[in-house]
Structures are given as C-alpha cells and as structure tokens.
C-alpha cells in the first residue's frame, strides 16, 4: 500500500490510478468533479428542501406562463365520439369537435375501451383521465428508476415530481388528455415480466398497446428480434383478438377503418404542422407548400428500420433489454408518419438508460431541450437553414439518441466513493435490464482478475445476487493491510 492510501498492482501503477484511467479516458471525470461541488451543496436535509421549494415554485411559473396548455382537446375528441356512439347513433368516426375538422383516428378498439366514458359526464371524464395519466406516470418512473428513487428517499421523489412536469411530452399528454402514458406503461409491463421470468402473461401489454394504436406494433417485431417467440406471439394473438372484438362490436366502423381511415393522414392533422416531429414531418416541411415524395418516406423509413435492427442486435447481443426496448420506442416515433411532440414520451426509457450509464450531462441538455418549446419558435415559418434545424430539433434528438444511446454494460459509479455521481435522481442506481432483467451467471476460468470482474460486473446490477457496490472491490483493498 502506498502513502496515499491506494494498493500496488502487479502490473504496474495503483488501482486508484488504474480504475481512474479507465473511467477518465471516456470523458467521465469533469461528471464526477462536477458531482463533488453538487455533493457539498446538498449535503443537509435544510439545502435540500430550500432546493424543493424553489424548483417547485420556479415549475408552477413556469406551467402557469409559458406552455400552451391544450385544454383537454383529445379527450373532447375521445368523449364526443363514444358520447355520440352510444347516445345518439353516430358513427364512430363520422364524429367532428365542433368547430374543426378533427375526429377519432385510433383503431376502433381504442373506441371500444374508451365506453366507460358514456356512464359520466366531461369534467368526471377529465377528472378520471387525470388520475389515470398519474398512475400510469407513477408505473412508468417506478419501472425506469424505482431503485434510484427509494435509495434517495424523499428528497428523489421531491426532485423527480418537479422536473417531469417541465417535460414537454409530458405536459401535452396530461393537457391533451392523451393515452400515451398508459400505453408505455402497458409496454414496459412487458418488459417487467420477461424480466423477471413470468414470461407466461408477457406480451399482453404490447399487444393491447398496438390494438389501441398501430405504432407500439413495433415492440412485436422487437420480441422477434429477441427470440422471445411465445411473448410475440402472445402478443400478436391479443392484438388480434381486440381487433376482432372491435370488428364484432362495431363492424362498419372497423370496415371503415382499416380501408379508409387508416390511409387518411389528413384526419389527424397537417403532416407539415410543427409539432409532427417524425420524419414524415422533416420530409413534409421541406416539401411545403407541396406533398411529400412517398417515395423517399419509405426509403427513410427503411433506414431507420436498419439502423433500430443493427442496433437493438447489439443491445440484445449484451443481455441489454433496457436499451432494445428504448431503441424501440425511438424508431416508433421516428416511422411512424405523425409523431406529435406528446407522442414523445416514447423517448423516457432512453433518458432512463443515459442515467444508468452516466451520460449525466448529455441527458441534462436533452432534457433541457425537451423542455423547452423551442420547435413552436417556427410555428409560423419554418423555411431557411435555420427553420430546417429548429422546427426539426425534436426529430434530430430521436434520431441521435437512435444512433448513439449506450448499450451494453453499464458502467460503474464513480471510482473511490462508493456512491453514485451526484445526491439526485439524476445518481439513479444503473436501471435494470429490461427494467429489472437479471444477466445470466458469467462463468470465467480461474484467476484473480476474472474474479475481480465478475463482481464488478454483478455489483452494476440492482438484480444480482450480491447487490454490492461496483465499488467494493477497490476499497477493500485499500483497507486490507499489507500488499495484495
């Protein structure tokens, strides 16, 4: 052991030096400086509640003077619809809000869950709709980084409760009155249960997510892709039977449907409006006052395909269940031909896998991004260079984090400390594979080193038998007297 305190390797150098060496060459270590400034900031439950209070008053003005809250305008669309369908004899989707031209465009299914509806009236209906966006946001933060979340305790929930209002997507969905919420939490249930092995139900949520809407369909190819063949097909089975459970219940509406209302675009929207962040819209807004070429949508489209199936491989080649389902979610919003801003909270398990892996200050300006409402700037205009980088900056985030959201093994806290990098949500334990998937026991022959690694490797996961700090093995030997 040396006079700092740090243990000599046979190698040559010191494990501090080398584990150092070994974070500090990817880029890590100004995280981890920054980290220690955080650290002493926050280092009494007084600092951190003054912090709480602030974010929590600075979130109110915010919400009060900056967004454009929607006013509940789908859940009209959803309550008009079955309101009309059930008491006056309308068609589902012959339903117009009065005063526009927007009506129902999800598959009939969709209309079919949404009958609870006809028994209240519109406020309970938004009332309910609240309630049921919270519970399904409390799934989804519990699925992505309920580790992280019990481990700092109340000042993680405090902090976490005032930074999602801020985020966009989310904000539209909740002012919308939206269904993406439960729709992801439907899918990362899924994933819950194909990591923790109850594969007998997984593929039930997936499969009555792309009943309601087409684009979480994609989720079915990705269980494909995995090899989880009974899960797909569980899958596509319960997507098929609420298809036919729709089709029976209201069959002129499904006939309409699947060969007309599905190929209408322009009932849900302008595909050059600023707020469709898919390539389709990119495509649209380049192209405007004009169509887009068919043609060079689904040759975009193909390429992105490529690019999900080359990388989702890879993330499935290293047992990383998180990063393929938020790749999935990723090229969902990228293919899909209108891709409004709150369709965007596809985009929280790829945040979720940036905190696992450290990507501290990459997912702080994303998200800062995201919470900013800066594609609205080219509401009126979005022609010019600037125009081509601005009102597409959403769709350019998607498409990065696409091409380079880490994969694979996460890694370690900081070096040394036995803590993560700093005191907040944002110091999340590494998220479960799979939001709790457990790698398979690694065997290596004998050695120390390849002891050494397992360990290190067991402690990255919440799910391993040790539970241990990826840290561990350092300090102790630190501690242990003599040399190694």
């Not at 068609?91 to 031209?101: A, F, H, K």
């Not at 028994?119 to 049921?132: E, F, K, M, P, S």
């Not at 997507?239 to 209201?250: I, K, R, V």
């Not at 060079?296 to 998180?322: F, M």
Request: net charge positive; charged share 15%.
């Amino acid at each position: 052991m040396t006079a700092d305190g740090t243990t000599k390797s046979p190698r040559g150098g010191t494990v501090r030096s080398r584990v150092r060496g070994r974070y500090g060459a990817r880029g890590h270590t100004g995280d981890a400086r920054d980290a220690d400034g955080v650290t002493a900031l926050l280092s009494t439950d007084r600092r951190r509640l003054v912090l709480v209070l602030l974010l929590a008053v600075t979130v109110g003005v915010f919400t009060a003077t900056v967004p454009l809250l929607r006013d509940w305008f789908d859940l009209r669309v959803y309550y008009g619809t079955v309101d009309a369908w059930i008491h006056h004899g309308g068609r589902i989707y012959d339903y117009r809000v009065p005063g526009t031209t927007y009506g129902f465009t999800y598959p009939p299914f969709a209309a079919l869950g949404m009958l609870p509806m006809a028994l209240v009236g519109l406020r309970t209906a938004i009332v309910l709709a609240l309630l049921l966006n919270l519970a399904a946001l409390a799934v989804v933060v519990g699925f992505l980084v309920g580790p992280a979340l019990r481990r700092h305790g109340w000042f993680g929930l405090a902090l976490t409760a005032c930074l999602l209002p801020l985020f966009e997507p989310l904000r539209d969905t909740f002012s919308f009155g939206q269904v993406n919420l439960v729709l992801l939490a439907l899918v990362l249930t899924d994933a819950r249960l194909l990591a923790r092995g109850h594969g007998r139900w997984a593929g039930v949520g997936i499969g009555l997510a792309a009943a309601i809407k087409l684009t979480p369909a994609l989720f079915i190819a990705l269980l494909l892709l995995g090899r989880r063949r009974r899960a797909a097909g569980v899958a596509t089975a319960v997507a098929g039977a609420a298809t036919g459970l729709a089709a029976w219940a209201a069959p002129d509406a499904s006939r309409f449907y699947w060969t007309d209302a599905l190929w209408d675009t322009g009932r849900v929207g302008r595909l050059a409006y600023v707020s469709n962040q898919s390539v389709q819209g990119v495509l649209a807004r380049l192209a405007a006052p004009g169509e887009p070429s068919r043609a060079l949508w689904a040759t975009a489209v193909l390429l992105v395909l490529c690019v999900w199936a080359w990388r989702t491989s890879r993330a499935l080649a290293a047992d990383d269940w998180a990063a393929a389902f938020a790749l999935t979610g990723l090229a969902a919003c990228l293919v899909s031909p209108i891709t409004w801003v709150h369709h965007l909270v596809w985009l929280l398990p790829s945040f979720a896998v940036l905190l696992r892996h450290r990507r501290l200050r990459i997912a702080a300006a994303l998200y800062g991004v995201l919470c900013s409402s800066v594609v609205w700037l080219w509401f009126d205009d979005a022609s010019g260079f600037d125009g081509f980088l601005g009102s597409n900056i959403y769709t350019w985030i998607t498409l990065g984090l696409l091409l380079w959201l880490p994969v694979g093994e996460a890694e370690a806290v900081r070096p040394g400390t036995g803590r993560a990098a700093v005191p907040g949500p944002a110091a999340a334990a590494p998220v479960p594979r799979a939001v709790g998937a457990r790698r398979p026991a690694e065997r290596h022959p004998g050695g120390r080193r390849a002891r050494v690694t397992r360990r290190h490797r067991e402690a990255a996961d919440p799910a391993s038998p040790s539970g241990a700090d990826p840290n561990d093995v350092p300090q102790v030997r630190r501690a242990a007297p003599g040399p190694p």
